[in-house]
Antibody, heavy 119, light 110 residues
Framework: EVQLVESGGGLVQPGGSLRLSCEASGFRIGDYWMHWVRQVPGKGLAWVSRIKGDGSVTNYADSVKGRFTVSRDNAKNTVYLQMTSLRVEDMAIYYC????????????WGQGTLVTVSS | QSVLTQPPSVSATPGQKVTISCSGSNSNIGNYHVSWYQHVPGTAPNLLIYGSNQRPSGIPDRFSASKSGTSATLDISGLQTGDEADYYCTSWDSSLSALIFGGGTKLTVL
Protein backbone atom coordinates (compact mmCIF):
# COMPACT_ATOMS: atom_id res chain seq x y z
CA GLU A 1 0.00 0.00 0.00
CA VAL A 2 1.30 3.41 -0.98
CA GLN A 3 1.63 5.74 1.98
CA LEU A 4 3.07 9.21 2.47
CA VAL A 5 3.49 10.64 5.95
CA GLU A 6 4.52 14.25 6.43
CA SER A 7 6.08 15.56 9.62
CA GLY A 8 8.02 18.53 10.88
CA GLY A 9 5.32 21.15 10.89
CA GLY A 10 4.81 23.47 13.82
CA LEU A 11 4.94 27.02 15.05
CA VAL A 12 7.80 29.22 13.85
CA GLN A 13 8.41 32.95 14.01
CA PRO A 14 8.63 35.07 10.88
CA GLY A 15 12.13 34.82 9.48
CA GLY A 16 12.61 31.39 11.01
CA SER A 17 13.30 28.02 9.45
CA LEU A 18 11.65 24.63 9.44
CA ARG A 19 12.33 21.33 7.72
CA LEU A 20 9.45 19.17 6.62
CA SER A 21 9.84 15.45 5.98
CA CYS A 22 7.75 13.12 3.86
CA GLU A 23 8.36 9.44 4.52
CA ALA A 24 7.12 7.11 1.83
CA SER A 25 6.23 3.44 2.02
CA GLY A 26 4.90 0.96 -0.48
CA PHE A 27 7.06 2.27 -3.32
CA ARG A 28 10.55 3.62 -4.01
CA ILE A 29 10.69 7.43 -4.19
CA GLY A 30 13.69 7.08 -6.49
CA ASP A 31 11.32 5.93 -9.23
CA TYR A 32 9.12 9.03 -9.07
CA TRP A 33 9.03 12.81 -9.17
CA MET A 34 7.79 14.02 -5.79
CA HIS A 35 5.86 17.23 -5.16
CA TRP A 36 5.12 19.57 -2.29
CA VAL A 37 1.77 21.37 -2.39
CA ARG A 38 0.30 23.71 0.22
CA GLN A 39 -3.03 25.14 1.20
CA VAL A 40 -3.25 28.40 3.05
CA PRO A 41 -6.27 28.28 5.38
CA GLY A 42 -9.31 29.51 3.50
CA LYS A 43 -7.43 29.62 0.19
CA GLY A 44 -6.86 27.22 -2.67
CA LEU A 45 -4.20 24.60 -3.29
CA ALA A 46 -0.85 25.90 -4.50
CA TRP A 47 2.08 23.93 -5.84
CA VAL A 48 5.35 24.59 -4.04
CA SER A 49 8.09 22.43 -5.47
CA ARG A 50 9.03 19.15 -7.11
CA ILE A 51 12.11 16.96 -7.32
CA LYS A 52 13.03 14.31 -9.85
CA GLY A 53 13.55 10.68 -8.85
CA ASP A 54 17.31 10.91 -8.91
CA GLY A 55 17.33 14.39 -7.42
CA SER A 56 18.93 15.90 -10.51
CA VAL A 57 16.12 18.37 -11.25
CA THR A 58 14.16 20.60 -8.93
CA ASN A 59 11.54 23.25 -9.62
CA TYR A 60 9.97 25.86 -7.38
CA ALA A 61 7.05 28.23 -7.35
CA ASP A 62 8.18 31.85 -7.67
CA SER A 63 6.78 32.58 -4.21
CA VAL A 64 9.30 30.27 -2.51
CA LYS A 65 12.25 30.37 -4.90
CA GLY A 66 15.47 31.16 -3.07
CA ARG A 67 13.93 30.42 0.33
CA PHE A 68 12.82 26.77 0.10
CA THR A 69 14.94 23.79 -0.90
CA VAL A 70 13.59 20.36 -1.80
CA SER A 71 15.78 17.31 -1.40
CA ARG A 72 15.47 13.56 -1.07
CA ASP A 73 17.21 10.67 0.62
CA ASN A 74 16.36 7.63 -1.44
CA ALA A 75 17.99 5.33 1.11
CA LYS A 76 15.54 6.59 3.72
CA ASN A 77 12.75 6.80 1.15
CA THR A 78 12.12 10.33 2.38
CA VAL A 79 11.65 13.71 0.72
CA TYR A 80 12.42 16.95 2.52
CA LEU A 81 11.42 20.57 2.23
CA GLN A 82 13.81 22.97 3.93
CA MET A 83 12.04 26.27 4.48
CA THR A 84 13.96 29.39 5.46
CA SER A 85 13.10 33.07 5.82
CA LEU A 86 9.54 32.04 6.55
CA ARG A 87 6.80 34.61 6.11
CA VAL A 88 3.30 34.85 7.51
CA GLU A 89 1.99 34.05 4.04
CA ASP A 90 3.82 30.69 4.14
CA MET A 91 1.48 29.53 6.88
CA ALA A 92 -0.37 26.57 5.40
CA ILE A 93 -0.96 22.86 5.43
CA TYR A 94 1.87 21.30 3.44
CA TYR A 95 1.22 18.10 1.53
CA CYS A 96 3.69 15.86 -0.22
CA UNK A 97 2.51 13.92 -3.23
CA UNK A 98 3.82 11.33 -5.63
CA UNK A 99 3.80 12.10 -9.35
CA UNK A 100 1.75 9.92 -11.65
CA UNK A 101 -0.05 8.08 -13.12
CA UNK A 102 0.15 10.75 -15.81
CA UNK A 103 2.72 13.51 -16.31
CA UNK A 104 2.46 16.31 -13.77
CA UNK A 105 -0.37 14.59 -11.95
CA UNK A 106 -0.31 13.43 -8.35
CA UNK A 107 -2.17 10.25 -7.51
CA UNK A 108 -0.93 9.68 -3.98
CA TRP A 109 -0.92 12.25 -1.20
CA GLY A 110 -0.03 12.48 2.43
CA GLN A 111 -2.40 13.88 5.04
CA GLY A 112 -0.42 17.07 5.37
CA THR A 113 1.47 18.89 8.10
CA LEU A 114 0.53 22.33 9.41
CA VAL A 115 3.07 25.13 9.41
CA THR A 116 2.15 28.15 11.49
CA VAL A 117 4.21 31.32 11.07
CA SER A 118 3.48 33.79 13.81
CA SER A 119 5.23 35.96 16.33
CA GLN B 1 -5.17 35.61 -9.31
CA SER B 2 -4.36 32.20 -10.76
CA VAL B 3 -2.95 31.60 -14.23
CA LEU B 4 -5.68 28.97 -14.66
CA THR B 5 -9.15 30.47 -14.33
CA GLN B 6 -12.01 28.52 -12.77
CA PRO B 7 -15.45 29.71 -11.67
CA PRO B 8 -15.43 30.26 -7.90
CA SER B 9 -18.53 28.19 -7.37
CA VAL B 10 -21.11 26.00 -9.05
CA SER B 11 -24.21 24.36 -7.70
CA ALA B 12 -26.75 21.78 -8.77
CA THR B 13 -29.22 19.34 -7.31
CA PRO B 14 -28.67 15.62 -6.71
CA GLY B 15 -28.82 13.62 -9.91
CA GLN B 16 -28.01 16.56 -12.14
CA LYS B 17 -24.86 17.19 -14.15
CA VAL B 18 -22.44 20.03 -13.56
CA THR B 19 -19.56 21.33 -15.65
CA ILE B 20 -16.50 23.09 -14.27
CA SER B 21 -14.34 25.05 -16.66
CA CYS B 22 -10.62 25.79 -16.54
CA SER B 23 -9.17 28.41 -18.85
CA GLY B 24 -5.46 28.82 -19.48
CA SER B 25 -3.06 29.70 -22.27
CA ASN B 26 -0.61 28.19 -24.73
CA SER B 27 2.10 28.08 -22.10
CA ASN B 28 0.06 25.64 -20.04
CA ILE B 29 -3.15 23.90 -21.09
CA GLY B 30 -2.51 24.57 -24.77
CA ASN B 31 0.58 22.37 -24.71
CA TYR B 32 0.34 20.24 -21.59
CA HIS B 33 -2.05 17.79 -20.04
CA VAL B 34 -4.57 18.77 -17.42
CA SER B 35 -5.29 17.02 -14.13
CA TRP B 36 -8.31 17.50 -11.92
CA TYR B 37 -8.53 17.07 -8.16
CA GLN B 38 -11.31 16.86 -5.63
CA HIS B 39 -10.46 18.36 -2.26
CA VAL B 40 -12.32 18.50 0.99
CA PRO B 41 -10.34 21.00 3.13
CA GLY B 42 -8.39 19.30 5.87
CA THR B 43 -8.12 16.05 3.95
CA ALA B 44 -5.76 14.84 1.24
CA PRO B 45 -6.66 15.91 -2.30
CA ASN B 46 -7.97 13.16 -4.56
CA LEU B 47 -6.88 12.80 -8.19
CA LEU B 48 -9.94 12.52 -10.42
CA ILE B 49 -8.49 12.97 -13.89
CA TYR B 50 -4.99 12.84 -15.36
CA GLY B 51 -3.74 13.17 -18.92
CA SER B 52 -6.62 15.59 -19.60
CA ASN B 53 -9.26 12.85 -19.81
CA GLN B 54 -8.04 9.68 -18.07
CA ARG B 55 -9.55 8.36 -14.85
CA PRO B 56 -7.38 6.62 -12.26
CA SER B 57 -8.65 3.26 -11.14
CA GLY B 58 -11.40 3.59 -8.60
CA ILE B 59 -12.77 6.89 -9.93
CA PRO B 60 -16.34 6.38 -11.13
CA ASP B 61 -17.24 7.20 -14.72
CA ARG B 62 -19.59 9.91 -13.43
CA PHE B 63 -16.43 12.02 -13.58
CA SER B 64 -15.24 12.87 -17.07
CA ALA B 65 -13.09 15.58 -18.58
CA SER B 66 -11.94 17.00 -21.86
CA LYS B 67 -9.54 19.56 -23.23
CA SER B 68 -9.78 21.81 -26.25
CA GLY B 69 -7.17 24.38 -27.13
CA THR B 70 -6.33 26.37 -24.03
CA SER B 71 -9.37 25.29 -22.01
CA ALA B 72 -10.47 22.20 -20.16
CA THR B 73 -13.67 21.04 -18.56
CA LEU B 74 -14.64 18.59 -15.84
CA ASP B 75 -18.10 17.06 -15.98
CA ILE B 76 -19.73 15.43 -13.00
CA SER B 77 -22.96 13.61 -13.73
CA GLY B 78 -25.42 11.93 -11.39
CA LEU B 79 -24.47 14.37 -8.65
CA GLN B 80 -24.42 13.09 -5.09
CA THR B 81 -24.29 15.03 -1.85
CA GLY B 82 -20.92 13.38 -1.24
CA ASP B 83 -19.54 15.21 -4.27
CA GLU B 84 -19.58 18.49 -2.36
CA ALA B 85 -15.97 19.62 -2.35
CA ASP B 86 -13.53 21.99 -3.97
CA TYR B 87 -12.34 21.05 -7.45
CA TYR B 88 -9.04 22.13 -8.96
CA CYS B 89 -7.50 21.90 -12.39
CA THR B 90 -3.74 21.83 -12.79
CA SER B 91 -1.29 21.97 -15.67
CA TRP B 92 2.41 22.48 -16.19
CA ASP B 93 3.35 25.99 -17.29
CA SER B 94 6.44 26.27 -19.46
CA SER B 95 6.82 30.02 -18.95
CA LEU B 96 6.87 29.66 -15.17
CA SER B 97 8.53 26.22 -15.12
CA ALA B 98 5.97 25.41 -12.49
CA LEU B 99 2.94 23.27 -11.93
CA ILE B 100 -0.01 25.60 -11.59
CA PHE B 101 -3.37 25.13 -9.91
CA GLY B 102 -6.54 26.84 -10.84
CA GLY B 103 -8.17 28.94 -8.16
CA GLY B 104 -10.58 26.14 -7.33
CA THR B 105 -14.33 25.74 -7.73
CA LYS B 106 -16.60 25.03 -4.79
CA LEU B 107 -19.31 22.58 -5.71
CA THR B 108 -22.51 22.74 -3.73
CA VAL B 109 -25.05 19.98 -4.14
CA LEU B 110 -28.34 21.52 -3.06
Amino acid sequence: EVQLVESGGGLVQPGGSLRLSCEASGFRIGDYWMHWVRQVPGKGLAWVSRIKGDGSVTNYADSVKGRFTVSRDNAKNTVYLQMTSLRVEDMAIYYCARDGPGPESAGAWGQGTLVTVSS
Amino acid sequence: QSVLTQPPSVSATPGQKVTISCSGSNSNIGNYHVSWYQHVPGTAPNLLIYGSNQRPSGIPDRFSASKSGTSATLDISGLQTGDEADYYCTSWDSSLSALIFGGGTKLTVL
